[in-house]
């Protein structure tokens, strides 16, 4: 097996195609053509992910964050980044992404949110189109069908019950196994909610647009906080909102890639501490 077949397993789930305009998903290190004897699934590419990698025989990483993202104009091994760089490079481990291309699919992070809220009829809360998925078998004598799905960014749906503000958000606590949780003014009712991974700030007025009373990413700067009469908005941290990833990244290689060891990070590292 080599490096081609991981990214077109990954991709099965989560195209590049679908990944937004400043993004950097997909292969960062090394070629198609390399073998792959095992995946190690992450969430940030760091040096001690590389380090792990190398420890368990995995020859590939899949993350959901890229490595390199805007550019790097020297691979300084004082540099977190350089580092990971080139331990990656001198181990020969090949480095994939699937970021916004795994924001934005049915099933990927703002849908692993929503399970965890149990929210009910649950769709694309900002949809910018239909992305190619590959192709459906015929059916008879017939051709094989383009697959399609719509992608966008975000999700809202239904909590299972009506709920005060104040329990919305012992709730979202409660489901997120939150120690703190930043929020707005609380709301007298919630039943709809919108929810997007990572930083959404700018999805705050989609959310309100769509019929939503609570809204829930990361990265909500100050000024967001400041809300209108029946919304409410909660910041449960960018990577508290994302982390699911590398779970349901971790289930679609296995299912895809039987006999090849998938393995998920360990102990994925949250670079935010509270005190």
């Known amino acids: 097996m080599n490096v081609q077949d991981i990214i077109a397993a990954v991709e099965a789930f989560a ?16 070629s198609p053509r390399d073998e792959v004897h095992g995946v190690l699934v992450g969430f940030d590419c760091t040096p001690a992910l590389v ?27 004082a540099d977190p980044v350089g580092c990971a760089v080139y331990k990656a490079i001198r181990g020969g481990v ?7 291309s795994a924001d934005k699919v049915p ?33 008879g004598d017939g051709d094989p069908q383009i697959l399609r799905k719509a992608t966008g960014l975000g999700v809202i749906g239904d909590l299972p019950r009506e709920m005060s503000g104040e329990q919305a958000l012992d709730y979202v606590k409660q489901c ?7 929020h707005s003014r609380p709301v007298d009712r919630v039943r709809r909610v919108a929810l997007c ?37 909660a910041d449960i941290g960018h990577f508290e909102s994302e982390i699911d990833i590398v779970g349901v990244l971790t289930r679609h290689l296995r299912d ?9 990070v360990s102990a994925p590292e949250n670079p935010v501490y509270w005190r």
């Open 15 to 30: 195209p590049s195609a679908a990944q937004e305009s400043w993004d950097n998903s997909g292969l960062i290190i090394g």
């Open 51 to 77: 380090d792990e990698a190398l420890q368990r025989g995995c020859d590939m990483i899949v993350t959901h964050h890229p490595l390199i993202f805007k550019g790097i104009r020297t691979i300084d091994p």
């Open 94 to 100: 090949a480095v994939y992404a699937a970021h916004t």
């Open 107 to 139: 099933g990927g992070v703002s849908w692993a949110m929503a399970r965890r809220l149990d929210l009910q009829d649950v769709r694309i809360l900002d949809e910018d189109g239909e992305v190619v998925f590959g192709e459906e078998p015929a059916v």
């Open 176 to 182: 997120f196994s939150l120690p703190v949780l930043r």
């Open 197 to 233: 991974g990572g930083s959404g700030g700018s999805l705050i007025g989609t959310a309100l647009a769509r019929g939503a009373s609570l809204y829930i990413s990361g990265d909500i700067t100050y000024h967001q906080f400041f809300t209108p009469a029946g919304f409410m908005i």
């Open 256 to 264: 895809r890639l039987p006999g090849l060891p998938v393995l998920p």
